[in-house]
């Protein structure tokens, strides 16, 4: 009876001590396109600016869960971000709310307050899913299980769509990201950590 026991708790420690949890996940990401109510916006990459008439996207990095922001006003009225019909969408599809970046723990479920910007004036802002992350915190079987995750995550999409009101209208900004390149931290039952990092695979010529 003794030996049993012992080759039971033996396979229990086993099997634990394979088990993974992802608690750290990194990702590169580029902006792939803008849209304004489903009409692709011109400007080439963020960074020399991607908009229209209305709003100009001067800078924007995307996560697991959140999206960085930085908004030009380029119209001569008071422009309005309205976050309670704005979302986001994470690596496996799902969509959830998003919040401004300084919205207190308690207040998320809360309908939101617009965030105004100003005529010809920037705005940094943060957009924060209040979903909890689909993949970080996840448990994974085994070390090659997070290998799988790694290698899944590179050329998948986040998305935020952000609606914009102004005296000419509302327009839904959709921004989509492809994801380049990802690197996974977990921490195996037993105290081991696993690392990797993946890269996107080239585009066909």
Avoid: H
């Amino acid at each position: 009876m003794r030996r049993i026991t012992a080759i039971l708790v033996a396979v229990l420690v086993s099997g634990c001590a394979t088990a993974y949890r992802i608690d750290e996940l990194n990702m590169t990401t580029r902006l792939r396109e803008v849209t304004a109510n489903g009409a692709p916006l011109q400007g080439g990459t963020a960074g020399a600016g991607v908009g229209d008439a209305v709003v100009r996207f001067l800078a924007v990095q995307a996560a697991e869960g959140a999206v960085l922001l930085e908004i030009e006003n380029l119209s001569s009225s008071t422009i309005r971000v309205v976050w309670d019909e704005g979302s986001y969408v994470g690596v496996d599809g799902f969509a959830s709310r998003v919040v401004p970046g300084e919205t207190r723990v308690l207040d998320v479920a809360r309908s939101q307050p617009i965030t105004p910007i100003p005529p010809q004036a920037k705005a940094q802002l943060w957009a924060i899913s209040t979903r909890e992350n689909s993949e970080e915190g996840s448990r994974l079987p085994d070390r090659a299980a997070v290998r799988a995750l790694c290698e899944r995550l590179p050329g998948s999409e986040i998305r935020l769509v952000l609606p914009v009101e102004s005296p000419a209208g509302r327009r839904e900004y959709n921004l989509r990201f492809a994801i380049e390149s990802v690197q996974v931290r977990a921490v195996g039952a037993g105290g081991g950590v696993a690392r990797e990092s993946c890269p996107a695979e080239p585009a066909a010529p």
